[in-house]
């Protein structure tokens, strides 16, 4: 019975550290190997965001054109903040306060691991990921492929959701929802099912 307070604690720990995310159809189904919160932590982010200054690793193998990821990640941040607060997209250049009360960094302390595919990840609830974000590390590792036929990383601003206030259990998502959906797409071109919780 002693050791259930400590088995408590870690599994909180566990629960707080990540939240893994939502897997998205591939057209070519490649999954990548296990990637860790250590191994993105070892990546050299040595790309800055044209716009909000976030630190970006690209793996070797992500075939996108860096320039224009870099932007992506760019835009789509400036979109979701834009939407979800309203108070313009430069809260995400300044310490920002979240209704919750606590402050989000500037963008341009996040971390963000660009992978080509979807991994298998150490996140408690799911064992493949299309991206997770690691509250610790203010980290994020999103997958480049496979991210839809209506503009790529759809799940960037979920992931952004979760740095501002979205709850790890999505308990609270309903409230993020509007802004972090994927684009909007055409129906016809977007038969696929979106396999979210
Ligand atoms: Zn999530």
């Not at 566990?14 to 057209?27: K, M, N, Q, Y």
């Not at 070797?60 to 835009?75: F, R, T």
């Not at 300044?94 to 989000?104: A, C, E, L, Q």
């Amino acid at each position: 019975m002693r050791h259930i307070p400590l088995v408590s604690l870690i599994v909180f720990i566990i629960f707080l550290s990540a939240c893994g995310e939502d897997l998205l159809p591939t057209s070519s189904g490649n999954v990548d190997t296990m990637i860790t919160e250590e191994d993105a932590l070892a990546q050299n982010y040595n790309h800055r965001t044209p716009g909000y200054d976030m630190q970006v690793a690209i793996r070797d193998d992500v075939d996108g054109d860096i320039n224009n990821i870099l932007e992506l990640l760019d835009v789509r941040a400036e979109v979701f903040l834009d939407c979800q607060f309203m108070m313009g997209s430069e809260i995400g250049s300044d310490d920002f306060k979240i209704p919750s009360g606590n402050t989000v960094f500037p963008l341009s302390m996040l971390m963000v691991f660009v992978v080509p595919f979807n991994f298998e990840c150490d996140a408690v609830d799911k064992s493949i990921c299309a991206g997770i974000y690691y509250f610790g590390s203010d980290l994020i590792i999103i997958a480049e492929e496979g991210l839809g036929r209506c503009g790529k990383l759809p799940l960037w601003k979920h992931e952004l959701g979760h740095r501002y206030g979205m709850a790890a259990d999505h308990n609270n998502q309903d409230e993020f929802e509007p802004c972090i959906d994927p684009p909007d797409c055409d129906i016809i071109d977007f038969p696929e099912i979106f396999a979210r919780e």
